[in-house]
């Protein structure tokens, strides 16, 4: 009297899905992310939060966006209000449509605040949009 499946081959072999692979993608991907994001120093003084990255890249696309802890706006060194800065954002996407937004916000700043910059800047079309910190001291 034999004991087990109809389609017994033998074999105990079990599938696997193998995800070392996509382990090491998204690994790579999280790397490049984090060293792609240039670190500018700035004229408006706000207070960053730390971040461990030390890479700094400069690129001709950037466009700062600096948001004070009192809600104050700056785009690219300039004093916009919430209800204007979508119309800058716009004006600089039609011009140069690979922008790049680097969010330097101060950390003590509402989320509200950044949250807002994020909502316009994703109505406009602009998808690159990246947050500045300062390098961490060892």
Not at 38 to 43: C, G, I, K, N, R
Not at 84 to 112: F, G, H, M, S
Not at 114 to 122: F, P, S
Request: glycine share 6%; no cysteine; aromatic share 6%.
């Amino acid at each position: 009297m034999a004991f087990g499946g109809l389609n017994n081959s033998g074999s105990n072999e079990m599938s696997d899905i193998n995800v070392t692979p996509l382990v090491d993608v998204m690994l790579v991907l999280m790397i490049v992310f984090m060293i792609a994001m240039p670190v500018f120093t700035s004229s408006i003084k706000v207070q960053l939060p730390k971040s461990g990255t030390q890479e700094k890249l400069e690129d001709t696309d950037l466009v700062r966006v600096v948001i004070k802890p009192t809600g104050e706006y700056f785009v690219n060194d300039k004093e916009v209000s919430i209800n204007t800065i979508r119309a800058e954002l716009a004006e600089i996407y039609q011009k140069n449509n690979a922008a790049v937004i680097a969010i330097q916000a101060d950390k003590t700043a509402q989320y509200e605040y950044v949250a807002k910059v994020l909502d316009e800047a994703r109505q406009i079309g602009l998808t690159k949009i990246g947050f500045v910190t300062e390098v961490k001291q060892k």
